[in-house]
């Protein structure tokens, strides 16, 4: 199973938010839901700097990402993303991503912002998958 495979494309193209886990100082994870984008490589995610969790993948990049859902008859389907975070500077592909948040979340994300700009105190990390697992799709 990859990112890359069509149905986990098709599944998160369906999906406005996901459960992030990160691993704290003295291991114990922290589970917290995110906005995200996803492409077949990987997941885009934005986050306010100096929070707990941007703290814990600054110190252990590691991460589990989990989506799941419930369909109408009452089946179970989901992804499950473990990888590694890297931040992203500001280059034009980092603006690009911008512009597909504010897409995808309009206009929730300009109410948050204040603008069409992210903000100089949030970060944008990608989530590289090292290992995928799908169920339901």
């Given at each position: 199973?990859?990112?890359?495979?069509?149905?986990?494309?098709?599944?998160?193209?369906?999906?406005?938010?996901?459960?992030?886990?990160?691993?704290?100082?003295?291991?114990?994870?922290?589970?917290?839901?995110?906005?995200?984008?996803?492409?077949p490589?990987?997941?885009?995610?934005?986050?306010?700097?100096?929070?707990?969790?941007?703290?814990?993948?600054?110190?252990?990049?590691?991460?589990?990402?989990?989506?799941?859902?419930?369909?109408?008859?009452?089946?179970?389907?989901?992804?499950?993303?473990?990888?590694?975070?890297?931040?992203?500077?500001?280059?034009?592909?980092?603006?690009?991503?911008?512009?597909?948040?504010?897409?995808?979340?309009?206009?929730?994300?300009?109410k948050?912002?204040?603008g069409?700009?992210?903000?100089?105190?949030?970060?944008?990390?990608?989530?590289?998958?090292?290992?995928?697992?799908?169920?339901?799709?």
């Amino acid at each position: 199973m990859s990112l890359t495979d069509a149905a986990v494309q098709r599944y998160l193209s369906t999906k406005e938010v996901v459960v992030l886990a990160t691993l704290q100082a003295d291991g114990a994870p922290l589970a917290m839901p995110m906005w995200f984008l996803h492409d077949p490589a990987s997941l885009t995610m934005i986050s306010v700097d100096g929070l707990q969790k941007v703290k814990n993948l600054r110190r252990d990049p590691r991460v589990s990402v989990a989506a799941e859902s419930v369909g109408a008859n009452k089946e179970i389907s989901g992804v499950i993303v473990q990888g590694r975070a890297e931040f992203l500077q500001d280059t034009p592909e980092r603006r690009a991503l911008v512009e597909r948040f504010l897409a995808k979340y309009h206009p929730r994300l300009e109410k948050l912002w204040g603008g069409r700009s992210m903000p100089p105190n949030r970060v944008m990390f990608r989530i590289v998958p090292s290992k995928i697992r799908s169920w339901g799709l």
